[in-house]
């Protein structure tokens, strides 16, 4: 599974580099790719109470208490994934996208490592990110959590599935870090159909501790 480091931005990759030392991936980035030149997408979702304690103050983060949509990343069966794929300008308004990513240097960052190899142009790809994000049914257990709480990585991923009928075993995949859940991940095909993963691994905690907003993940 690709984790934060994959998407790494300016503002916060110091303080996150850490992680990524625990992290579940096997996939190895390229230094560049070639637009239109992979397999699938991989679309991932991080719990915003970890990216928020990590990312610091910022009222947009604040005001998306539950998944947000980190990126839409293309990737190849073999867990190798294209980046950097040309010098294309990103969309003239990347803010009208904050209701999604809150944070614009990450949408920057977005669209420049994993946008440009989409071939879809900068208006058509965040179209897509907004199609894919819509696509996936987050659990009502994921909607209002006031407190810590402890599930299995089988638990999670089953509370996902039940919520997304139309999902395939194997197509929706879990992040963790120190133990605590980062994020949800789901393949989908260049036209945004749910698929089984190739190429990537999930997170094989015991159990997988979810930390409420406002709350900061503890070792």
């Not at 916060?12 to 560049?32: E, G, R, V």
């Not at 983060?61 to 980190?70: N, T």
């Not at 897509?128 to 996936?136: I, P, T, V």
């Not at 075993?169 to 133990?179: D, F, H, K, P």
Request: proline share 7%; hydrophobic share 35%.
């Amino acid at each position: 599974m690709r984790t934060w480091l994959s998407c790494r931005f300016l503002s916060i990759a110091t303080a996150f580099a850490l992680s990524i030392l625990l992290s579940t991936t096997s996939a190895t980035a390229q230094n560049k790719g070639e637009p239109g030149k992979f397999d699938f997408y991989l679309m991932n979702l991080s719990w915003s109470p970890e990216f928020c304690a990590i990312q610091g103050v910022s009222p947009q983060c604040a005001a998306k208490p539950g998944f947000i949509l980190h990126g839409l990343w293309a990737q190849n069966n073999d867990g190798s994934y294209p980046v950097f794929c040309s010098e294309e300008h990103g969309p003239a308004k990347p803010s009208e996208n904050l209701d999604l990513t809150p944070d614009l240097s990450l949408l920057d960052h977005e669209w420049a490592k994993h946008g440009t190899c989409s071939a879809a142009g900068p208006q058509r790809f965040f179209a897509m990110e907004r199609e894919a994000y819509h696509s996936l049914k987050i659990p009502a257990e994921f909607t209002h959590v006031d407190h810590e709480i402890s599930l299995t990585p089988d638990k999670i991923l089953g509370l996902f599935y039940e919520a997304n009928p139309t999902f395939p075993q194997g197509s929706i995949l879990l992040s963790c870090g120190r133990n605590h859940l980062t994020a949800i991940e789901a393949c989908l095909s260049k036209d945004l159909k749910p698929l089984v993963c190739q190429g990537l691994r999930t997170c094989h905690a015991n159990s997988v501790k979810i930390t409420p907003p406002g709350a900061t993940a503890q070792e």
